[in-house]
């Protein structure tokens, strides 16, 4: 069976593209050097559209209301602007709501994009610009330690990152947040309070690494303005072990947060990068390996969520589980030593 990796590595080479959602300008070029919060593309787009069906208004044929209409494709209207007018003794006449572009005329319509906004495009990451991609985006490469998560608050910075975790049970507490840390990537453990988000925001914090954090708080944590990057899961889950060991030994250095969303079509998921110099290129992570006996696995699903384990084997044919449901499944000895029976579904390979 296919198994799906979840990168956790000292030393890997990280290519990531970076693509605009629509259609725009490429800032950066070939082979340039970039650090995270580079712009390397923007565009501008609407965030609200207006269709206004002229024909309607006016009680005209839209072949009518195409020889009225005074706009055309690409025009920039103000608030009021007078688009078309009737005919007769007291014409009616239509007009545009609010400022826009026009960006179609038709059928006895016009559509309007109301609201356009300047989107810009940063890096994600430090690294080499090693593709352009016209109109769209980058592809960039670097080398260092990667750990993967599974949530994302959306935000990108980078910073120095210091280790406020005694253990991987570790939980955040808004005393942590002394001023000494102002400017910090912090490693932090659970996050089980506002007051802990909160806190980190008025010093302020450069971004935040969780184990898990409780459901309650992802709204919150999604209006804060600094990323933040959850490795495990919701609720109170520790660090795995492996992304435990590889970020505690990484305190004092230089990081990036790239907290994007996960999204399983393109690939996403949100990352936390340790540049690290090399004298030649390490290998390119794999992104799907297969489950094998001696591979080491993390778990996906309670009752052992995040829990990192080695297959002991892989059960012929299909394991009937506790619940009833039958599946392909694997021995797993977790790091805690328990031996346990997981679905394959229920686990992927730390690589």
């Not at 690939?267 to 030649?280: A, F, K, N």
Request: proline share 7%.
């Amino acid at each position: 069976m296919i198994a799906p990796v979840h990168h956790v590595t000292g030393l890997t080479t990280i290519v990531r593209e970076r693509l605009l959602p629509v259609s725009g300008n490429v800032i950066a070029r070939i082979q340039q050097k970039v650090t995270t919060g580079e712009v390397v593309a923007e565009t501008r787009w609407a965030r609200e559209h207006v269709l206004l069906d002229v024909a309607r208004s006016l009680g005209v044929s839209p072949a009518a209301a195409d020889r009225l209409i005074k706009c055309q494709v690409d025009d920039q209207l103000p608030a009021s602007a007078e688009i078309a007018v009737g005919k007769g003794l007291f014409p009616r006449s239509v007009r545009a709501p609010r400022e826009g572009r026009v960006v179609a005329v038709g059928g006895g319509q016009v559509l309007l994009e109301i609201g356009e906004s300047k989107f810009e495009l940063r890096a994600g990451m430090p690294g080499t610009v090693v593709q352009v991609i016209p109109n769209r985006g980058v592809v960039i490469q670097s080398s260092g330690g990667l750990v993967q998560g599974v949530w994302g608050n959306g935000r990108i910075d980078s910073g120095l990152m210091v280790n406020l975790m005694q253990s991987p049970d570790s939980v955040l507490t808004p005393d942590r947040a002394d001023v000494s840390l102002r400017g910090s990537i912090l490693l932090g453990g659970m996050i089980q309070h506002a007051e802990s988000l909160q806190a980190l925001a008025e010093l302020p914090a450069r971004g935040l690494i969780a184990s898990s954090i409780v459901p309650p708080l992802l709204a919150k944590a999604r209006e804060m303005r600094y990323p933040i990057v959850v490795t495990d899961g919701f609720g109170s889950v520790p660090m795995n072990s492996a992304a435990y060991k590889l970020l505690s030994t990484s305190a004092k250095r230089e990081v990036a947060l790239n907290a994007e969303s996960t999204d399983r079509y393109s690939g996403s998921r949100p990352e936390i990068i340790i540049p690290l110099p090399t004298t030649s290129e390490p290998p390119v992570p794999s992104e799907t390996e297969s489950f094998a006996p001696g591979s080491q696995v993390r778990m996906r699903c309670a009752p052992a969520t995040g829990r990192i384990g080695s297959i002991l084997s892989i059960k012929p044919g299909l394991t009937t589980l506790p619940s009833g449901l039958r599946a392909q499944a694997a021995e797993v000895k977790l790091d805690n030593n328990e031996i346990v029976i997981v679905p394959l579904v229920n686990m992927e390979v730390v690589g």
